[in-house]
């Protein structure tokens, strides 16, 4: 009996053994097949078939035909009572350097019928739910969470630099899928996440701000016949800032139409910092003793327009800014005479005085009514109207900035201009813009217009080694401002976005075509508000502009720099 047994075990593990490669062969056709008839290019080394686990995948690939990618070292499935996945080292690679990485899980799978099914998170540690079900006309994906310790579970990175810790998440994620449209609702809040920090440079090491509580609620539908995308609200929370806001979007596939609104609540410019890992801008912290206190703000804002047509965008715009108290000093003591230093080309550090004692400083009051009517009219139209930030540009900047593939185009308005120039570095990065946001508010709290406009003129750059309108203009043309030109004025305030950038635009003492169609277009312009009369405009056109230093302005090589007055 015990030898008839051990025959017919013996006999079925040699079947088994015989039929294992075809087998293989098999499963490994059905799970392409089954990835390619849901949009999947499905990639195995191995698919093996055995004891335990019963099925084994080693080096798997799913690839859509977008930029994601999900890959795994090792998949082992059982189905002993229930479905069940272990699987090992995953990677979701996606868009922009994106990507999340799972050590070690462990799933059940469940309801499989069809192309419907559920699966629970089981391993390490149970709290997510994600199911898909199908109907006649609608399909839906939904995703549960339930305290779930995502910071612990997944890596989540771009460009190998961490990007995001999740903390313990609960809430949930619908998609409903159809021909027609895409219907989704997200609710989620976070406990100590960490955001990343906004320093933006690639030599420093990567990091993450502090814990916070993330708050996110967003509802809304894509339709795909009409082109069109709703979402009637959002609110997001974090700790220092508190924002809701709409979009409708029309005419998606063609011409599209945007119709959005923002309403910030609440904005601690420093608990925010705080939150996106950053330090206050240079000489704003008041030690460790007294936390630093950068003022509050509320927003209200609206932008309406079509996307081809920049111009087009109607925006409004509510700012109300509640300043410290006190004061931070390296604000106030811009009210009197001061020396802000700035690095040379050659790393040297240098005091530029901007108080009347100092032969190079220009009041404002000497500075000619048509350079300032120019400098307006190119940087900032709506200087003497705007609360230091104006969101009107924003949009055609963004726009252009999206057409050319980068930041080409900017929407800094002078005050914005002056905080970068003042207190921060001259790096693209989201981290500054924060910074440069609150520098703005502080300065249009502390200073009237008139100050702001004349520490600009007296502190921006114009050429390598070149700062304030009255070196500029000897430097430029060897005369004093009030004696220039309106094609020298023109000239001086059309190189202000590029000023080392544009020095070979006039490297032979005279602009080239390109420079001098940005200064006859600064012309049409005072032409247009009767800046300047017909006569004076046709005389500008003629002017030959000859440059006569052309900016290159040789620094001592050991300058000390100046002590800053009380």
Same mark, same amino acid.
């Given at each position: 009996?015990?030898?008839?047994?051990?025959?017919?075990?013996?006999?079925?593990?040699?079947?088994?053994?015989?039929?294992?490669?075809?087998?293989?062969?098999?499963?490994?056709?059905?799970?392409?097949?089954?990835?390619?008839?849901?949009?999947?290019?499905?990639?195995?080394?191995?698919?093996?078939?055995?004891?335990?686990?019963?099925?084994?995948?080693?080096?798997?690939?799913?690839?859509?035909?977008?930029?994601?990618?999900?890959?795994?070292?090792?998949?082992?499935?059982?189905?002993?009572?229930?479905?069940?996945?272990?699987?090992?080292?995953?990677?979701?690679?996606?868009?922009?350097?994106?990507?999340?990485?799972?050590?070690?899980?462990?799933?059940?799978?469940?309801?499989?019928?069809?192309?419907?099914?559920?699966?629970?998170?089981?391993?390490?540690?149970?709290?997510?739910?994600?199911?898909?079900?199908?109907?006649?006309?609608?399909?839906?994906?939904?995703?549960?969470?339930?305290?779930?310790?995502?910071?612990?579970?997944?890596?989540?990175?771009?460009?190998?630099?961490?990007?995001?810790?999740?903390?313990?998440?609960?809430?949930?994620?619908?998609?409903?899928?159809?021909?027609?449209? $895409?219907?989704?609702?997200?609710?989620?809040?976070?406990?100590?996440?960490?955001?990343?920090?906004?320093?933006?440079?690639?030599?420093?090491?990567?990091?993450?701000?502090?814990?916070?509580?993330?708050?996110?609620?967003?509802?809304?539908?894509?339709?795909?016949?009409?082109?069109?995308?709703?979402? #009637?609200?959002?609110?997001?929370?974090?700790?220092?800032?508190?924002?809701?806001?709409?979009?409708?979007?029309?005419?998606?596939?063609?011409?599209?139409?945007?119709?959005?609104?923002?309403?910030?609540?609440?904005?601690?410019?420093?608990?925010?910092?705080?939150?996106?890992?950053?330090?206050? #801008?240079?000489?704003?912290?008041?030690?460790?003793?007294?936390?630093?206190?950068?003022?509050?703000?509320?927003?209200?804002?609206?932008?309406?327009?079509?996307?081809?047509?920049?111009?087009?965008?109607?925006?409004?715009?509510?700012?109300?800014?509640?300043?410290?108290?006190?004061?931070?000093?390296?604000?106030?003591?811009?009210?009197?005479?001061?020396?802000?230093?700035?690095?040379?080309?050659?790393?040297?550090?240098?005091?530029?005085? $901007?108080?009347?004692?100092?032969?190079?400083?220009?009041?404002?009051?000497?500075?000619?009514?048509?350079?300032?009517?120019?400098?307006?009219?190119?940087?900032?139209?709506?200087?003497?109207?705007?609360?230091?930030?104006?969101?009107?540009?924003?949009?055609?900047?963004?726009?252009?900035?999206?057409?050319?593939?980068?930041?080409?185009?900017?929407?800094?308005?002078?005050?914005?201009?002056?905080?970068?120039?003042?207190?921060?570095?001259?790096?693209?990065?989201?981290?500054?813009?924060?910074?440069?946001?609150?520098?703005?508010?502080?300065?249009?709290?502390?200073?009237?217009?008139?100050?702001?406009?004349?520490?600009?003129?007296?502190?921006?750059?114009?050429?390598?080694?070149?700062?304030?309108?009255?070196?500029?203009?000897?430097?430029?043309?060897?005369?004093?401002?009030?004696?220039?030109?309106?094609?020298?004025?023109?000239?001086?305030?059309?190189?202000?976005?590029?000023?080392?950038?544009?020095?070979?635009?006039?490297?032979?003492?005279?602009?080239?075509?390109?420079?001098?169609?940005?200064?006859?277009?600064?012309?049409?312009?005072?032409?247009? $508000?009767?800046?300047?009369?017909?006569?004076?405009?046709?005389?500008?056109?003629?002017?030959?502009?000859?440059?006569?230093?052309?900016?290159?302005?040789?620094?001592?090589?050991?300058?000390?720099?100046?002590?800053?007055?009380?």
């Amino acid at each position: 009996m015990l030898a008839g047994t051990a025959a017919a075990q013996l006999a079925l593990g040699s079947v088994a053994l015989a039929l294992r490669p075809a087998l293989e062969r098999a499963l490994r056709a059905r799970i392409e097949s089954e990835g390619a008839r849901r949009g999947l290019i499905v990639r195995m080394e191995t698919v093996r078939v055995g004891l335990w686990p019963p099925l084994r995948l080693t080096g798997v690939a799913l690839e859509t035909r977008s930029s994601w990618r999900l890959s795994a070292d090792q998949v082992d499935i059982s189905w002993i009572g229930r479905t069940h996945l272990r699987v090992k080292n995953a990677l979701l690679g996606g868009p922009a350097g994106l990507t999340l990485a799972a050590a070690s899980t462990g799933w059940d799978l469940a309801g499989v019928r069809g192309d419907d099914f559920t699966m629970a998170l089981k391993e390490p540690q149970e709290g997510l739910v994600l199911s898909r079900t199908s109907g006649l006309q609608e399909r839906a994906w939904s995703v549960t969470l339930e305290n779930l310790p995502v910071g612990r579970l997944l890596d989540v990175k771009r460009f190998n630099r961490p990007l995001l810790d999740g903390g313990m998440i609960r809430g949930s994620l619908l998609l409903k899928t159809s021909e027609a449209s $895409v219907r989704f609702d997200g609710d989620l809040a976070a406990r100590s996440a960490r955001l990343p920090a906004l320093t933006g440079d690639p030599l420093k090491p990567a990091g993450l701000g502090k814990p916070t509580e993330v708050l996110a609620k967003i509802s809304g539908v894509w339709s795909r016949a009409q082109g069109t995308l709703e979402i #009637p609200r959002w609110s997001a929370e974090v700790e220092g800032a508190s924002m809701s806001g709409s979009l409708m979007a029309h005419d998606l596939e063609a011409d599209p139409a945007v119709d959005l609104a923002l309403d910030v609540q609440r904005v601690d410019f420093a608990r925010l910092m705080r939150t996106w890992g950053l330090e206050p #801008p240079e000489g704003l912290g008041r030690g460790a003793a007294a936390p630093v206190d950068l003022g509050s703000a509320t927003l209200a804002a609206t932008a309406k327009g079509r996307v081809s047509e920049p111009a087009s965008f109607v925006v409004t715009q509510k700012l109300d800014f509640t300043p410290p108290q006190p004061m931070p000093p390296a604000i106030m003591r811009l009210r009197g005479g001061f020396v802000h230093e700035v690095t040379l080309e050659t790393g040297a550090r240098r005091g530029i005085d $901007v108080s009347p004692v100092s032969p190079d400083f220009i009041a404002l009051s000497d500075v000619p009514p048509l350079f300032l009517r120019a400098l307006l009219i190119a940087e900032d139209a709506g200087f003497y109207g705007h609360p230091g930030i104006d969101l009107r540009e924003l949009p055609s900047a963004l726009i252009t900035d999206w057409n050319r593939g980068g930041a080409a185009r900017g929407a800094s308005t002078i005050t914005q201009q002056l905080a970068k120039n003042l207190f921060l570095s001259h790096e693209k990065e989201l981290g500054r813009k924060l910074q440069e946001l609150a520098l703005t508010c502080l300065l249009e709290a502390a200073l009237d217009k008139r100050r702001i406009l004349e520490i600009y003129l007296n502190v921006i750059q114009w050429g390598p080694n070149l700062y304030g309108l009255r070196p500029a203009a000897r430097a430029y043309f060897d005369r004093e401002p009030a004696e220039l030109s309106p094609a020298q004025m023109a000239f001086l305030v059309s190189i202000i976005p590029g000023p080392v950038k544009y020095q070979s635009s006039f490297a032979h003492g005279t602009p080239g075509p390109g420079l001098r169609k940005l200064v006859d277009g600064l012309l049409a312009k005072l032409r247009s $508000v009767d800046a300047l009369t017909d006569e004076e405009y046709q005389s500008a056109l003629a002017e030959d502009i000859v440059v006569e230093g052309r900016g290159a302005r040789p620094e001592p090589a050991a300058e000390a720099p100046q002590t800053q007055p009380e």
